[in-house]
């Protein structure tokens, strides 16, 4: 079935490194596919989204690429910050009567000054 | 412009009895969608509404069911709870059904003893 899978966790950085959280997807369609941040605490956020093949969506320093030959969308940042400590969930969406997301299990990330 | 609101923030229950929870979508938002989220864990679809009616359905049994007003506003109803059933539910609201980008709350922690 449809799914996605992300790189487990957690990510442990110091601040001004250089972030990629790794994300692939099985989809029986065209997905759009999206990136959501979760702060402690909070509901989710959405963070990025792209919807064809080799859209680049970003949002705050961050970024991914939607490579359909590789069916991944990976998540990258060129400098962290502790502020962009968080949960992050990969996530699609196959727009198929209705527009249920379908989630990974998230990535948490730890950015130490 | 207030954003997705859930009640209650928090809930204990007890094996076998039933719950309410109550989703209040972003303004000018006519869809609502329902994920459970078990600790440590991605969120799950549980279902999404659309002018009253249920228009998709996760693989969540018959003890989870929903409702729409008609100022948009949900309800999630679970019965018979289970310990499993332990969880932060989610509600996410977006401006049509064919609209896949979902704005969500902060939640609701059930916890079933």
């Known amino acids: 079935g449809d799914s996605v899978t992300q790189m487990e966790g957690p990510v442990t950085l110091s601040e001004e490194a250089f972030l990629t959280i790794n994300c692939t997807y099985t989809a029986t369609g065209y997905p759009s596919l999206f990136w959501y941040v979760q702060y402690p605490g909070e509901g989710l956020q959405l963070l990025l989204k792209a919807t064809k093949a080799d859209d680049k969506g970003s949002n705050k320093g961050f970024e991914a690429t939607y490579r359909k030959e590789t069916t991944s969308f990976h998540l990258e940042k060129g400098s962290v910050q502790v502020s962009d400590s968080a949960v992050y969930f990969c996530a699609l969406s196959l727009n198929q009567a209705g527009t249920a997301l379908i989630f990974g299990k998230g990535t948490t990330l730890s950015v130490s000054s | 412009d207030a954003g997705v609101t859930q009640s209650p923030t928090h809930l204990i229950k007890t094996r076998g009895q039933q719950v309410t929870l109550r989703c209040s979508p972003k303004?000018?938002?006519?869809?609502v969608s329902w994920y459970q989220q078990a600790l440590g864990q991605g969120p799950q679809f549980i279902f999404q509404?659309?002018?009253?009616?249920?228009?998709q359905r996760g693989n969540f049994p018959d003890r989870f069911s929903g409702h729409q007003f008609p100022n948009y506003s949900s309800e999630l109803n679970v019965n018979a709870l289970l310990l499993g059933d332990s969880a932060l539910y989610l509600c996410?609201?977006?401006?049509?059904?064919?609209?896949?980008?979902?704005?969500f709350g902060p939640g609701t922690r059930l916890l079933v003893l």
């Open positions: 303004s000018g938002h006519d869809t």
């Open positions: 996410a609201s977006s401006p049509g059904l064919a609209t896949e980008t979902q704005y």
């Open positions: 509404y659309y002018e009253e009616e249920e228009r």
